[in-house]
């Protein structure tokens, strides 16, 4: 399994806290794929629903940013885009390598925290997150914006989804992030091009609809933030 080599990154940059790293860690090496409740067979249905409606173009190259077990990564492959998976616990890594590509390319996956990634500068065009953002310890969140516009291009688009603050139900990431958050989070370093609402329906287990605030549709936001080729000028 491939790590990312740290040599040659600022040394002022700090990763994620120790506590943090651990639970993923340990989450996929204690518990069965098939019980993590994002780990799919199939794409993320909002995912496809953007590269059909024509927001990222293949073929990249392409950051799939906590990629998971891979299923993502593997449809985007199959789509065209060269895409590398980067999460920071190793057995999702592990997961993701032994899949076996379903048609097309097959992708790259590297062990990484991304607040910290050692991927060189701009290599990427286009980045996806289907749930990684969310998750962080909020006081990580400007490292996660600065360390992903040095990965990115000027230009790059960069597609996140993210359980809305508006869900209620019992099931979902431990942050619930408003627009604004995401918005005074990215703004420095990129540009929003568009942000739409959308409730979807949902594939929960038996327990989780028998949960106190049991949900079928879960409230999402989707937004394409462009990288700003400058720093946005500060507010007059
Ligand atoms: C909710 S899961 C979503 C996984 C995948 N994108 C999917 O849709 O199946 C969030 C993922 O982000 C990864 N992650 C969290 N913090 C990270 C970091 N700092 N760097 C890289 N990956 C991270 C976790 O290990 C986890 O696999």
Known sequence: MRKASHQGLRRDAVGMP???????????????????????????PPLVRVVDDGWLSPPGP???VGSGVGTNSYWLAGRGFRTTGVDIAPGAIAAAESNRAPEGRRPRFLVDDILVSALPRARFRAAVDVGCFQTLPPRTRRAFSTSLARLLAPGAPYVLFWV????????GPPHRLSVGDVVDTFEPLFRVERIEYRPRRVRLSRAVMRSSRPLATL??????????????????
Do not use: C, I, N
Request: net charge positive; proline share 11%; glycine share 4%.
């Open 62 to 64: 392409l950051l799939d």
């Open 164 to 171: 809305a603050r508006e869900e209620t139900g019992a099931w």
């Open 219 to 236: 409230a999402g936001y989707t937004a394409k933030l462009v990288r700003r080729s400058a720093p946005q000028p500060p507010a007059r």
């Open 18 to 44: 120790a506590a943090a790293r651990a639970m993923w860690t340990r989450l996929y090496a204690e518990t069965p794929l098939r019980a993590l409740p994002w780990a799919h067979r199939t794409p993320f």
